[in-house]
Protein backbone atom coordinates (compact mmCIF):
# COMPACT_ATOMS: atom_id res chain seq x y z
CA UNK A 1 0.00 0.00 0.00
CA UNK A 2 1.17 3.25 -1.06
CA UNK A 3 -0.83 6.47 0.49
CA UNK A 4 0.34 9.71 -0.15
CA UNK A 5 -1.69 11.57 3.52
CA UNK A 6 -1.68 9.50 6.73
CA UNK A 7 -5.60 9.38 6.84
CA UNK A 8 -5.75 7.43 3.71
CA UNK A 9 -3.50 5.30 4.81
CA UNK A 10 -4.75 4.67 7.98
CA UNK A 11 -8.07 3.79 6.30
CA UNK A 12 -6.89 1.10 3.92
CA UNK A 13 -4.56 -1.20 6.27
CA UNK A 14 -7.53 -3.19 7.30
CA UNK A 15 -7.13 -4.24 3.49
CA UNK A 16 -3.90 -5.46 3.40
CA UNK A 17 -2.89 -9.35 4.56
CA UNK A 18 -0.46 -10.12 7.74
CA UNK A 19 2.79 -9.02 6.36
CA UNK A 20 1.74 -6.39 4.48
CA UNK A 21 3.32 -3.52 3.23
CA UNK A 22 2.11 0.07 4.17
CA UNK A 23 4.41 3.20 2.98
CA UNK A 24 2.56 6.07 3.97
CA UNK A 25 3.11 9.78 3.83
CA UNK A 26 4.45 11.57 6.95
CA UNK A 27 2.30 14.73 5.30
CA UNK A 28 -1.16 15.54 6.66
CA UNK A 29 -3.88 16.98 4.65
CA UNK A 30 -6.81 17.84 6.63
CA UNK A 31 -10.04 16.49 4.80
CA UNK A 32 -12.97 19.15 4.26
CA UNK A 33 -14.90 17.90 7.40
CA UNK A 34 -11.78 18.93 9.79
CA UNK A 35 -11.46 22.42 7.89
CA UNK A 36 -15.44 22.74 8.87
CA UNK A 37 -14.53 21.69 12.58
CA UNK A 38 -17.13 18.81 12.49
CA UNK A 39 -14.83 15.99 12.69
CA UNK A 40 -11.11 16.82 14.23
CA UNK A 41 -8.32 15.51 12.07
CA UNK A 42 -6.34 12.82 14.73
CA UNK A 43 -3.23 13.72 16.63
CA UNK A 44 -1.83 11.08 17.00
CA UNK A 45 -1.56 8.72 13.43
CA UNK A 46 0.68 6.39 15.68
CA UNK A 47 -2.15 5.26 17.77
CA UNK A 48 -3.60 3.13 14.99
CA UNK A 49 -0.68 0.96 15.00
CA UNK A 50 -1.61 -1.37 17.94
CA UNK A 51 -4.83 -2.37 15.69
CA UNK A 52 -2.52 -3.59 13.05
CA UNK A 53 0.33 -5.62 14.38
CA UNK A 54 1.07 -7.76 11.26
CA UNK A 55 1.69 -5.29 9.28
CA UNK A 56 5.18 -3.33 8.19
CA UNK A 57 4.09 0.46 8.38
CA UNK A 58 6.62 2.92 6.93
CA UNK A 59 6.44 6.85 7.50
CA UNK A 60 8.09 8.32 3.74
CA UNK A 61 8.51 12.31 3.90
CA UNK A 62 6.62 12.55 0.34
CA UNK A 63 7.72 16.44 0.23
CA UNK A 64 11.44 15.77 0.34
CA UNK A 65 11.52 13.16 -2.12
CA UNK A 66 8.91 15.41 -4.89
CA UNK A 67 11.39 18.15 -4.22
CA UNK A 68 14.43 16.43 -5.91
CA UNK A 69 12.25 15.03 -8.59
CA UNK A 70 13.18 16.84 -11.86
CA UNK A 71 9.99 19.09 -13.53
CA UNK A 72 8.91 19.11 -16.76
CA UNK A 73 7.70 22.78 -16.38
CA UNK A 74 9.18 25.22 -18.06
Known amino acids: LIALEQLEGIKYL ?4 KGGLAL ?3 RQIAPSVSLLEKEPYPAD ?3 YRPRFPNIELKYIDVTSISSRLPSNKS
Open 45 to 47: IEA
Open 14 to 17: PHLK
Open 24 to 26: ISN
